[in-house]
């Protein structure tokens, strides 16, 4: 893995952002190579005008902007609702731990990755999945 890798989104996560339609606007991009074949991808930094297939591979930064600062939670159920901030915590090993927490000590969608922006990427896929964004 290069250097720039441990800072954008993986590729798979970035698949998966595209296909539940998160917006394709990016500083860089996944991109597949038309010379070497289909498992081959690279990155960009701009995107492709061309008709390449490509995902955006987003870093911190531009989820950050993404992602909802708070989130209306309700548990029809429980007959309790809370807005549920967003939280990011990094242990040893730069572990990063990112959900949504609210003042009846409610956690939503705990993401726990190696990199910051796979797990607001996760994070972004559990807010749409859930109907939460």
């Not at 970035?14 to 038309?34: A, D, M, N, T």
């Not at 930064?61 to 807005?83: A, M, R, S």
């Not at 990094?90 to 910051?116: A, C, D, F, P, R």
């Amino acid at each position: 893995m290069n250097n720039l890798e441990q800072h954008v989104v993986s590729l798979e996560l970035s698949k998966k952002l595209k296909e539940l339609g998160i917006k394709q606007e990016s500083q860089f991009y996944w991109v597949l190579s038309e010379n070497l074949g289909n498992d081959n991808f690279y990155l960009w930094d701009h995107k492709p005008t061309s008709t390449k297939q490509n995902w955006s591979a987003y870093l911190a930064t531009e989820l950050l902007e993404i992602l909802p600062y708070t989130v209306y939670w309700n548990d029809d159920e429980k007959g309790q609702f809370d807005n549920l901030k967003l939280r990011i915590d990094v242990s040893t090993g730069h572990v990063y731990s990112v959900y949504y927490t609210g003042m009846l000590w409610t956690t939503k969608g705990l993401q726990i990755e190696n990199s910051l922006p796979n797990a607001l990427a996760k994070m972004l896929i559990y807010l749409k999945e859930n109907n939460l964004l």
